[in-house]
């Protein structure tokens, strides 16, 4: 039985200028934003908590150059299960798996696309047939290597001055 989704908040001006700020620099202080919108640093506090606490604020992290240390070959990795049934079991196990960042479940030739960050080419058929093809419910996989990112973009999220 499906479960019923919880409302999302309202949001205000000011909560869409705080995820516009924070979504093009997530380094931003309460202080900072609180000035450029003259409010207290506590509401501004108050506001990124609620946003959290109500998933519309994830974590921010770290951009990290992966050649810089030395994972230098990036592939992914389409997945064929045996079976839909295997489907949270397989990517859990994936989802164990150092070397494997990003899994999308997908309509069309594969169920699964995963991103694998790897040292070499060495260490990729390491990861495919010493990790991923002893997963239960893992019938093949296809690889295709990166030759090169040609660029990678944020969503951008309008100011509450962009909308309507």
Known sequence: MPTKASPQPELDELDLNIIY????????????????????????????????????????KMKVNLHSIGLKVTAFV????QNGTKHDFVVAKLQRIREVVRVHTLTGQFSLLAEVVCSDREHLRSVLYEQIHHITGVDRTESMISLQEEFSKDVHVPCFGDLG
């Not at 900072?32 to 998933?55: C, Q, W």
Request: net charge positive; charged share 25%.
């Open 21 to 60: 700020a924070l979504s093009s620099d997530a380094d931003t202080s309460h202080k900072e934003l609180a000035k450029r919108y003259n409010v207290s640093p506590g509401t501004i506090h108050f506001r990124v908590l609620r946003m959290k606490d109500n998933g519309i604020l994830g974590e921010s």
């Open 78 to 81: 389409g997945i064929y299960l």
